[in-house]
């Protein structure tokens, strides 16, 4: 139902831009948020953006990140900027719909200093 792509290997300062892909089922309905889950650690939001397009962004994600959505394509974006090694992590998109949560497969982002 999702489908999450772009991950790769980036250098420190550089930028990467996700793409979640969601089946038009469950798109738009509630908000589509990125998770990340760095080696070691907990699963963590990163930014949501609500089906009326209003943006939310974790401390760590404030003034790097952009998370943005298309209906046309019924995908969602996060742009992610001035990339750190912090950020190196699994990165997932994940909906819920009547109660069902629905993730992505989850896509790789490497940041090497």
């Known amino acids: 139902q999702l489908q999450a792509s772009g991950g790769g290997l980036a250098q420190a300062g550089g930028s990467l831009r996700l793409s979640c892909a969601a089946s038009?089922?469950?798109?738009?309905?509630?908000?589509i948020g990125w998770h990340r889950q760095g080696p070691g650690k907990q699963r963590e939001l990163v930014a949501a953006?609500?089906?009326?397009?209003?943006?939310n962004y974790a401390d760590a994600a404030k003034g790097r990140f952009t998370i943005s959505s298309d209906y046309a394509k019924n995908t969602v974006y996060l742009q992610m900027n001035s990339l750190k090694p912090e950020d190196s992590a699994v990165y997932y998109c994940k909906t819920e719909v009547w109660g069902i949560d629905y993730w992505g497969q989850g896509t790789l982002v490497t940041v090497s200093s």
């Open positions: 038009g089922s469950i798109f738009g309905i509630n908000a």
């Open positions: 953006i609500t089906s009326g397009g209003s943006p």
